[in-house]
């Protein structure tokens, strides 16, 4: 090879070298971006984390549970209210 196509060729490696560099840059700031509009988007749904999400179910869970308990207890109770009516 010729000096000429030597320096052609280190030439060309430096440019791919700056490219690669280049494009490795301009992909972190299009990631930066996408996730701080990610998180915009998300503040501006005024959406809940899973972990509050979850602590609000785990307590609908147990208003239901207590809630069925006590309609059992109101039932018993006005069973027991008719009979004693009844016997009167």
Do not use: H, W
């Amino acid at each position: 090879m010729t000096q000429y196509e030597n320096r052609f060729l280190d030439d060309v490696a430096k440019l791919m070298t700056s490219a690669a560099g280049a494009a490795q840059g301009m992909r972190s700031e299009v990631e930066t971006v996408i996730r701080s509009q990610a998180e915009r988007l998300v503040a501006d749904l005024d959406l809940v984390p899973r972990e509050d999400f979850e602590a609000m179910r785990e307590l609908a869970v147990a208003a239901r549970t207590e809630a069925e308990e006590l309609k059992e207890r109101l039932e018993a109770l006005e069973a027991r209210v008719a009979k004693l009516e009844a016997g009167a």
